[in-house]
């Protein structure tokens, strides 16, 4: 199985920051990987997807990169609405794996 | 509007069965793969299981494995995961989510919790 590890597990910051979370593949998933935002109590939602393509209706102030191995999700200015656990996916083999998840506080 | 709305989550005894629903609407349900992902209360996203458009393929979560069943009834627009052999540790929110083709979630469901203990 392919494990995905994301970073950091949780990081805290203020609205306007430029917000940076990684995730690491434990081999090569080419562009195969998706970003998505869940909020307490509700379904997550799919923010990136092939590593840096925004889903439509995404704020642009997100964006992805990356491939292969490691990959980066960026907040380039942190608003009120985007605190949240933040998942990082792989789609390039079954079982589709996850990462643990970086948990977005306000500072 | 895309909705997906799963059903028939529950309390039930380990070692029982349960089947989930999830009915789709506002969007063409027989050309998109699906998926079934699980949360267990305050943990992380795990995928559990995947069918192709037409329903002739497919994949598990080991975990699952020779335990859950994943089918589809396109007539219906609705996707199903047969649950038997329940264990504690299926204890989570199921959540049906759309795919493209396969490889990420572009819509997800509202959740349904299954809860075994006895």
């Known amino acids: 199985d392919i494990q995905m590890t994301q970073s950091p597990s949780s990081l805290s910051a203020s609205v306007g920051d430029r917000v940076t979370i990684t995730c690491r593949a434990s081999?090569?998933?080419?562009?195969?990987l998706n970003w998505y935002q869940q909020k307490p109590g509700k379904a997550p939602k799919l923010l990136i997807y092939?590593?840096?393509s925004l889903q439509s209706g995404v704020p642009s102030r997100f964006s992805g990169s990356g491939s292969r191995t490691d990959f980066t999700l960026t907040i380039s200015s942190l608003q009120p609405e985007d605190f949240a656990t933040y998942y990082c996916?792989?789609?390039?083999?079954?079982?589709?794996?996850f990462g643990g998840g970086t948990q977005v506080e306000i500072k | 509007e895309v909705q997906l709305v799963e059903s028939g989550g529950g309390l039930v005894q380990p070692g029982g069965s349960l089947r989930l629903s999830c009915a789709a609407s506002g969007f063409t349900f027989s050309t998109y793969w699906m998926h079934w992902v699980r949360q267990a209360p305050g943990k992380g996203l795990v995928w559990v299981s995947r069918?192709?458009?037409?329903?002739?393929?497919?994949s598990y979560a080991d975990s699952v494995k020779g335990r859950f069943t994943i089918s589809r009834d396109n007539a219906k627009n609705t996707l199903y995961l047969q649950m038997n052999s329940l264990r504690a540790e299926d204890t989570a929110v199921y959540y049906c989510?759309?795919?493209?083709?396969?490889?990420?979630?572009?819509?997800w469901g509202q959740g349904t919790l299954v809860t075994v203990s006895s």
């Open positions: 996916q792989q789609g390039y083999d079954t079982p589709l794996t």
């Open positions: 092939a590593a840096s």
């Open positions: 989510a759309s795919s493209p083709y396969g490889a990420f979630f572009d819509y």
């Open positions: 069918i192709n458009s037409v329903g002739s393929s497919t």
């Open positions: 081999q090569s998933i080419s562009n195969y």
